[in-house]
């Protein structure tokens, strides 16, 4: 069982769209998955087709809702083999509720113990941003994939992501590691691709994904219609990219 945070405190970079791709694309070779949506935008629960708006429990019941456990948060989505805790803009407040508990950054990591036994891979989506959620989702992971668009400010705000990585390994999560970077919203057409894809791989060597996901329309349109890319268009290129990442993944953790 591994938990992977998908991390960048940029907005705009893919983070959603990578949550909802992987996730589904590792449930199609048949690995059981839960996703946490830990964004209070909600974007990856509406993804994976939830109505966000009607929802009577939701990820921030892991943090104040005391009378229900882990697993009576947890909804199926259509998606083959993919389960979800969802979140809604209830949780954009919960940093303040938590301000002043004891253990505040461990909440999801032992909200997941009951329920880690039940899945091969556990995927959290963190909100763009650098506060209290991100902490407990990065406490909460054995890894980190962290989406780089490949445009202009993409290398901007890189080396506080990996300040904050470090930090928390070194003292509240030991064992946190990065999973790998991955180049997203690429355009092979464009030198400012090829650029942005040269210094990430200059500065992170070989954590980078073979895998690059291509700036691509129907990647775009997929979530409006609540679906991960393999059902709305199993032959675009982006399904071609996610399946590649979803086989480089499954490899590197065999």
Do not use: H, W
């Not at 697993?71 to 940093?95: A, F, H, M, Q, W």
């Not at 070989?206 to 199993?234: M, Q, W």
Request: proline share 3%; with cysteine.
């Amino acid at each position: 069982m591994k938990t992977i945070s998908i991390f960048n405190q940029k907005g705009g970079v893919g983070k959603t769209t990578t949550v909802v791709n992987l996730s589904c694309g590792l449930g199609l070779k048949g690995k059981k998955v839960l996703v946490i949506d830990l964004d209070p935008q909600g974007n990856t629960s509406s993804g994976l087709g939830i109505n966000k708006n009607e929802l009577s429990s939701t990820v921030y019941d892991l943090f104040v809702g005391e009378s229900k456990s882990t697993r009576d948060l947890i909804l199926e989505t259509s998606s083959k083999n993919v389960d979800i805790i969802p979140s809604n803009i209830d949780l954009s407040g919960v940093e303040i509720e938590l301000i002043n508990l004891d253990e505040r950054e461990f909440f999801v990591r032992k909200a997941l113990e009951s329920v880690k036994a039940d899945y091969d891979f556990i995927i959290i989506d963190c909100p763009p941003s650098l506060g209290l959620l991100s902490i407990n989702a990065l406490v909460a992971s054995d890894s980190v994939i962290i989406p780089i668009q490949s445009e202009y400010y993409a290398l901007e705000g890189l080396s506080l992501i990996i300040e904050t990585i470090n930090l928390v390994k070194k003292s509240l999560n030991k064992s946190l590691e990065i999973e790998g970077v991955l180049i997203t919203m690429y355009d092979g057409r464009n030198n400012l691709s090829s650029e942005v894809e040269r210094e990430v791989k200059r500065y992170f060597k070989d954590k980078v994904f073979n895998s690059v996901i291509p700036r691509n329309v129907r990647l775009a349109e997929a979530p409006s219609f609540g679906e991960s890319i393999f059902t709305y268009d199993k032959n675009s290129l982006g399904a071609a990219a996610f399946k590649d990442l979803t086989k480089e993944i499954i490899n590197n953790n065999r």
